[in-house]
């Protein structure tokens, strides 16, 4: 039995090229090899991809937050990043990132707890815990990031989900018959056959008219 594992660089890679595919971001009109690879194949999550850049297993657990959150991701997190405030690894992804963060930073371990039930429920911050976390050197886009929130995803299941698409990109890496043959099959009802059995330029045409 063959074991999928979950640093191959290749895969990794898909995250941020489809050079892996042996394909070009002309030949299939994206910056990134996720096509049809669960949570990130869609034109939202590549396009998250795209500004952040991912290159461990823990960005991508974080971008999987990012994109189940509400007011998370955009008109907060992805200002941060494109105004070169703070990168990935420095914005609020789950909802356990606010936990460990804080307390890292010296908050008492009960009240990081605390912030974190109350943020990810979207119940913000009052004057006074601001202040608590301005004495602990919590820097303020980070204070201002949690008063925006209104829920934040749990990183349990970011992390599963993260899990299965990197298995499943490494089939479409190592093994493309065998994850073509699954996502035809199981995806069979979902395809516009007309533009597929013309060629490539009609694909791109028609996912360029879709995105429209």
């Known amino acids: 039995k063959e074991e999928v594992p979950l640093d191959d660089p290749k895969v990794m890679e898909l995250f941020l090229s489809p050079a892996p595919l042996g394909v070009t971001e002309e030949d299939i009109g994206s910056p990134t090899g ?32 990012l994109s189940h959150g509400t007011n998370v991701w955009r008109n907060n997190a992805d200002e941060l990043i494109a105004s070169g ?5 420095g914005v609020i992804g789950c909802r356990d990132d606010i936990m460990t963060y804080l307390i890292s930073m010296g908050v008492e371990p009960l009240k990081s707890f605390t912030l974190m039930e109350k943020i990810r429920k ?5 004057e006074q815990e601001e202040e608590i976390l301005r004495s602990c050197h919590v820097p303020e886009y980070y204070i201002q990031s949690c008063k925006k929130i209104a829920y934040l995803f749990p990183k349990a ?10 298995r499943v990109g490494w089939f479409k890496v190592h093994h ?12 069979c009802d979902k395809y516009e056959w007309a533009p ?17």
């Open 122 to 126: 979207g119940k913000g911050l009052t």
């Open 157 to 166: 299941h970011a992390t599963a989900y993260v899990t299965m698409a990197i």
């Open 34 to 65: 996720t096509y049809g690879i669960p949570e990130f194949g869609t034109g939202f999550t590549r396009k998250m991809l795209e500004e952040t850049k991912p290159t461990t297993f823990s960005d991508l657990v974080k971008i999987s937050g």
């Open 85 to 89: 405030i703070t990168d990935l690894r």
């Open 176 to 187: 493309p018959l065998i994850f073509y043959a699954g996502f035809f099959s199981v995806r």
């Open 196 to 212: 597929m059995i013309k060629g490539p330029e009609a694909i791109i045409k028609r996912l360029k008219e879709l995105e429209l």
